[in-house]
């Protein structure tokens, strides 16, 4: 993948960017090497994958297994009983444990589901883990455009939060960042990783928009056609009651945890959940998170509509993805990773604005401690995703005052 610029950089600004990047490189290889240290010695004590008495910790994945062996016993609805799909988290780890880990997807994803449950419970876990990180290092690789890219990838805090309960972070940070990385040059392509991405439909809300009002109709209707032959072939598959169930459950599903806070609205990292946290009624939670969506949505059309280096609208999209929907956890913010990976190219091609590094690397210290107990009573993942967001839109308003022609347009190759 290439990123052309017409933009001149001085000797100086070279220097300082290779400073920049060898600071950035020792960094991101600490975290690395911390993280694989915490996880080994958390597996050493018993307190990920399994206990010190060797049985299976129960943490998010399993909803993922429990719904495939559904799908394996020709029971594919049942994936969306609540009764029935927790009955099957508690055969899967072996006896009776207290949280449930719902099942919330379209029925398309319940072909990945049942292919992972053909493998033994921690297995697929691993499995899962692996194949989807691998797709996502991929991704951040191809953006930074430097291997580089592998390890800024895997010091991203959120990585750490996703490989402990086997989330699908990766897989959604990865889908989202392919169809950014090929919609110029390869427009269908980015289609198909935009429909694959309808597994998770909040997160592709801005893309319709974007894409009809600049023109990239090929990327849309591949799209569409794409999330189409997905809904079929799950219906000839899986048969019209999963669907049925699907719909069904979906508004009890909504209530529950945005309206009644069942997950605890302390895990939402979004302008609704921080508003219900602190005691906010629930149509003053609509207002704000709608009053910012829609903010974030007029910002992000102005960006395209710009004559920018399209690293500044790849950004903008990405990180106005997690500011428009309601529903976003500690493992989504992986995808956070996407539009700094962008902010980061920029820098080290052209050079940092002022203050650019440490203002990452303080949203990149908000998502690390998110979790910890300290934290948990303030919206730290929000925070993070509001500092990306500035940054870019500081990079945009840097480049729409600059002299024409030195902030062109940049076509991307995948």
Request: hydrophobic share 60%; net charge positive; aromatic share 14%.
């Amino acid at each position: 993948m290439t990123f052309a610029t017409s933009r001149s950089v001085s000797p100086s600004t070279v220097s300082t960017t290779e400073r920049h990047g060898e600071w950035i490189k020792r960094v991101a290889f600490a975290l690395v090497v911390s993280y694989a240290v915490f996880l080994a010695a958390s597996f050493a004590i018993g307190v990920w994958l399994v206990d010190s008495e060797g049985k299976i910790i129960p943490v998010d994945f399993v909803n993922v297994w429990a719904a495939g062996k559904l799908v394996l016993d020709g029971r594919p609805a049942d994936a969306f009983d609540w009764v029935v799909h927790k009955a099957m988290e508690e055969t899967a780890l072996g006896g009776p444990f207290e949280k449930y880990f719902g099942w919330h997807y379209p029925p398309a994803f319940l072909f990945v589901a049942a292919a992972l449950a053909t493998l033994p419970h921690l297995t697929a876990c691993l499995v899962w883990t692996a194949v989807t990180l691998a797709g996502y290092v991929a991704v951040m690789r191809t953006i930074v455009a430097d291997r580089l890219g592998i390890l800024l990838a895997c010091a991203f805090p959120a990585v750490l939060w996703n490989v402990a309960v086997g989330q699908n972070g990766f897989l959604t940070a990865a889908l989202l960042g392919a169809v950014l990385v090929t919609m110029q040059r390869r427009p269908l392509l980015a289609g198909v990783f935009l429909g694959l991405l309808s597994y998770k439909p909040q997160f592709g809300i801005l893309f319709p928009l974007v894409l009809a009002l600049n023109g990239y109709w090929r990327t849309f209707f591949t799209a569409a056609a794409t999330t189409i032959v997905l809904c079929v072939v799950s219906w000839l598959t899986f048969g019209r009651e999963t669907w049925e169930a699907f719909f069904e459950y979906l508004p009890l599903t909504g209530e529950l945890v945005l309206g009644r806070g069942l997950a605890g609205f302390q895990k939402l990292q979004t302008f609704f959940g921080v508003v219900r946290w602190f005691g906010g009624g629930e149509f003053l939670a609509w207002t704000v998170q709608l009053s910012a969506a829609v903010a974030s949505t007029i910002i992000v059309l102005l960006i395209w509509r710009a004559r920018i280096a399209y690293e500044i609208k790849a950004a903008a999209l990405a990180c106005a993805a997690l500011i428009v929907t309601p529903y976003l956890y500690i493992y989504d913010l992986v995808v956070l990773a996407v539009p700094m990976a962008f902010v980061i190219r920029m820098g080290l091609r052209d050079g940092f604005l002022p203050y650019e590094v440490a203002l990452m690397v303080l949203a990149s210290a908000l998502v690390l401690v998110m979790p910890m107990p300290i934290f948990t009573s303030v919206p730290t993942g929000l925070m993070a995703i509001v500092i990306v967001w500035s940054l870019i839109c500081r990079r945009a308003v840097a480049a729409r005052s600059a002299p024409t022609g030195t902030a062109a347009s940049a076509p991307v190759t995948a």
